[in-house]
């Protein structure tokens, strides 16, 4: 059977990139907030999402984030192997702040951008970011034409979604010479599989910032051979 995503996402291309962020659990007592996801070529995400689906077909009667989360390595083993290159970007929410307050909104008033709008949330602070980390990489691999733009997709129902689509149109579509898609695409984590991957690399940032997890085997299996792209 065609996973959903493929049929609703890619209408059955053969060739393209695409990138799938979700955020950390928003927890009120956490400092810091991370939005993180992959991005990979078609052929890569096939591959995984099959992988990915069998590892998941063992759950029993446990939700699908339940049993990730409660075998972490296994399915970080899965995102490793398919080499998927991985993207984060935390912000702790007193920084957001300050950051917002003193250089934000003074630029959006003067040029009367909707910069705010997009900035009001530290979440969407990070999405916009990892979105800017992800154009970055893009450009610096000098990734084919054909294979772009980068279909660019977050889980839907954030409190943040709407500011975050309407300053997302209102940049890349007149930023020139970007890798990405025009809009972004709000898909839910319970249908696509590499939100579900997304969202456990999310949630095992947000351990390692938010609970100082001194040892994350998880995290480690992720990162190793260096191919995290993230913020400093």
Known sequence: ?????????????????TA?????????????CVVAGFVASTDMWIGFEKLWKRALAK????TWKKYVQAHPARF??????????AIQFHCSHTLFRVMHDKHVRPIAKEN??????????PYAHCSAACCDIL?????????????????????????????????????????KGTYLIGEPIFESDDCLVPLQASHLLAWL????????????????????????????
């Open 59 to 62: 759950r029993g009667k446990l």
């Open 135 to 175: 154009d970055n990489w893009a450009r610096d691999k000098k990734l084919r034409r054909s294979i772009v733009p980068i279909k660019v997709i977050f889980d839907k129902g954030a409190s943040h979604q709407v500011q975050l689509e309407r300053g997302y149109k209102a940049y890349y579509k007149q930023k």
């Open 1 to 17: 059977m065609v996973g959903r995503w493929k049929r609703g996402v890619w209408l059955m291309a053969t060739v393209g990139t």
């Open 76 to 85: 970080a083993e899965i995102a490793h192997g398919h080499t998927l290159k």
């Open 205 to 232: 940032l947000s351990k390692h910032y938010n609970n100082r997890t001194p040892e994350n085997e998880a995290l480690e299996i992720i990162c190793k051979n260096n191919h995290m792209v993230m913020n400093k």
């Open 112 to 121: 009367r951008t909707n910069l705010v709008n997009l900035m009001d949330s």
């Open 20 to 32: 799938y962020f979700d955020e950390s659990s928003v927890d009120q007592s956490h400092s810091v």
